[in-house]
């Protein structure tokens, strides 16, 4: 509540607020009381634009008017006065709002002047509770949440142990997978929180982690276009990525997720290569790069400072599940059909994937390039098709009958 709001800090401005906001109930207590003091029946209290408030009696009792009320006006069957406090009351309810409006004003010119004379500590006092509201939060947050003290050090590094991503592990219902990492001479999003948090002075969500100075953190990640002003999804995607590789320093932290999606395969391989080459060999910042070109892997090998890690994932009973945990080394195959299964495409879609996916397995071990190239989705290669398997993947065990379940094992008998 600001003090021009709050009541009994202006006597004046209170009785303006106080008629403006309580006309009503006035004239009803006004009018009850004069009835009981004059033992007029009749009386009523009243008001119009040409005369006012006014005291109105019924002409048979007008002779039991008091004397100090003063006719204000004469009607065929009734008799209009007006009395001192009505008459007071008059004159402060019909300006009350705007004298208010303009006792306020003044209360706040003179309190202005009087801040004036103390602005100087007031400031520093409002800094320090600022400050103190900050850390208090810090402090709730990190019992609650149970965060750990990060070490800050002068030492080029970021390492940690058991991160967590805080809002995930909010919104999740199992538990949330602990990561560790360590990037140093030596040797995504989670990542940057925490580092974020230990550098305004918050504990981590981590079980230990040191960290030497950053200073700034560098993301490319998502998709999104500026089709208002002409930049398609892949110029965006390259202005940010510039903006990373120009300005980034060997004390940056660096998110790139999927470098060359938008463009053609070959294009966005080189691309995407170039500029983690240019990150490990160049810029040196502490980079984490994410990326489906398996063919990136190979750079472990250029570059000292460079490791491959991937997150851990198995099938079970030909199912697909993530485990979320970061074990070192590359991918051993890719996970993009089953994604795609698990995300709800069509089974038929599935099922022309893989065919396509043999095709091109197929065309990239005989011919790795075409002469445009690029690998060519038009020609279905004959050996990649397994009409026994077409058959197994066409079939639905859950929505079949025992009877029609045997006719379909004696069909897959006789391919």
Same mark, same amino acid.
């Given at each position: &509540?600001?003090?021009?709001?709050?009541? %009994?800090?202006?006597?004046?401005?209170?009785?303006?607020? %106080?008629?403006?906001?309580?006309?009503?109930?006035?004239?009803?207590?006004? $009018?009850?009381? !004069?009835?009981?003091?004059?033992?007029?029946?009749?009386?009523?209290?009243?008001?119009?634009?040409?005369?006012?408030?006014?005291?109105?009696?019924?002409?048979?009792?007008?002779?039991?008017?008091?004397?100090?009320?003063?006719?204000? *006006?004469?009607?065929?069957?009734?008799?209009?006065?007006?009395?001192?406090?009505?008459?007071?009351? @008059?004159?402060?309810?019909?300006?009350?709002?705007?004298?208010?409006?303009?006792?306020?004003?003044?209360?706040?010119?003179?309190?202005?002047?009087?801040?004036?004379?103390?602005? @100087?500590?007031?400031?520093?006092?409002?800094?320090?509770?600022?400050?103190?509201?900050?850390?208090?939060?810090?402090?709730?947050?990190?019992?609650?949440?149970?965060?750990?003290?990060? @070490?800050?050090?002068?030492?080029?590094?970021? @390492?940690?142990?058991?991160?967590?991503?805080?809002?995930?592990?909010?919104?999740?219902?199992?538990?949330? /997978?602990?990561?560790?990492?360590?990037?140093?001479?030596?040797?995504?999003? *989670?990542?940057?929180? /925490?580092?974020?948090?230990?550098? /305004?002075?918050?504990?981590?969500?981590?079980?230990?982690?040191?960290?030497?100075?950053?200073?700034?953190?560098?993301?490319? /990640?998502?998709?999104?276009?500026?089709?208002?002003?002409?930049?398609?999804?892949? &110029?965006? $995607? &390259?202005?940010?990525?510039?903006?990373?590789?120009?300005?980034?320093?060997?004390?940056?932290?660096?998110?790139?997720?999927?470098?060359?999606?938008?463009?053609?395969?070959?294009?966005?391989?080189?691309?995407?290569?170039?500029?983690?080459?240019?990150?490990?060999?160049?810029?040196?910042?502490?980079?984490?790069?994410?990326?489906?070109?398996?063919?990136?892997?190979?750079?472990? *090998? !250029?570059?000292?400072?460079?490791?491959?890690?991937?997150?851990?994932?198995? !099938?079970?009973?030909?199912?697909?599940?993530?485990?979320?945990?970061?074990?070192?080394?590359?991918?051993?195959?890719?996970?993009?059909?089953?994604?795609?299964?698990?995300?709800?495409?069509?089974?038929?879609?599935?099922?022309?994937?893989?065919?396509?996916?043999?095709?091109?397995?197929?065309?990239?071990?005989?011919?790795?390039?075409?002469?445009?190239?690029?690998?060519?989705?038009?020609? $279905?290669?004959?050996?990649?098709?397994?009409?026994?398997?077409?058959?197994?993947?066409?079939?639905?065990?859950?929505?079949?009958?025992?009877?029609?379940?045997?006719?379909?094992?004696?069909?897959?008998?006789?391919?």
């Amino acid at each position: &509540m600001t003090l021009a709001n709050r009541s %009994a800090y202006d006597d004046e401005l209170d009785d303006l607020r %106080a008629i403006a906001e309580n006309a009503d109930q006035y004239l009803v207590d006004l $009018e009850v009381r !004069e009835r009981e003091r004059t033992g007029i029946a009749t009386l009523k209290l009243g008001y119009n634009r040409v005369h006012g408030y006014y005291i109105e009696i019924s002409k048979a009792q007008a002779d039991k008017a008091p004397v100090e009320y003063v006719r204000r *006006q004469t009607l065929k069957s009734a008799e209009r006065y007006i009395t001192p406090e009505l008459k007071t009351f @008059e004159d402060k309810v019909l300006g009350a709002r705007e004298r208010a409006l303009s006792r306020e004003k003044y209360l706040y010119e003179k309190l202005l002047d009087a801040l004036h004379e103390v602005l @100087e500590p007031l400031q520093r006092s409002v800094a320090g509770l600022a400050e103190l509201d900050v850390l208090t939060c810090f402090a709730e947050r990190a019992q609650a949440l149970g965060l750990s003290q990060p @070490e800050i050090c002068d030492v080029p590094c970021i @390492e940690i142990e058991g991160g967590r991503h805080l809002v995930v592990e909010q919104v999740i219902d199992t538990p949330f /997978i602990a990561n560790d990492l360590s990037l140093s001479e030596d040797k995504m999003r *989670q990542t940057a929180l /925490i580092v974020i948090l230990a550098h /305004i002075g918050s504990f981590v969500p981590a079980d230990k982690l040191r960290v030497g100075p950053i200073d700034r953190i560098f993301t490319r /990640i998502g998709a999104s276009d500026d089709l208002a002003g002409g930049r398609s999804t892949f &110029m965006v $995607e &390259m202005t940010e990525t510039a903006t990373i590789l120009n300005n980034a320093t060997e004390q940056s932290l660096v998110l790139m997720d999927e470098i060359g999606r938008g463009t053609s395969t070959f294009d966005g391989l080189s691309l995407a290569w170039a500029a983690a080459h240019h990150m490990g060999e160049k810029v040196k910042a502490f980079t984490l790069f994410a990326t489906h070109y398996f063919e990136l892997t190979a750079l472990a *090998q !250029e570059i000292p400072r460079c490791d491959n890690v991937h997150l851990d994932a198995t !099938e079970h009973k030909g199912q697909l599940v993530f485990l979320h945990s970061v074990r070192p080394g590359p991918a051993n195959q890719s996970y993009g059909l089953q994604v795609a299964s698990l995300a709800g495409v069509p089974n038929d879609v599935i099922r022309r994937a893989r065919k396509y996916l043999k095709t091109l397995e197929s065309q990239q071990a005989a011919q790795p390039q075409s002469p445009q190239g690029q690998l060519d989705l038009s020609v $279905e290669d004959a050996s990649a098709v397994d009409p026994v398997r077409d058959a197994v993947d066409a079939l639905d065990p859950d929505s079949m009958t025992p009877r029609e379940a045997l006719d379909a094992l004696y069909r897959l008998k006789g391919l």
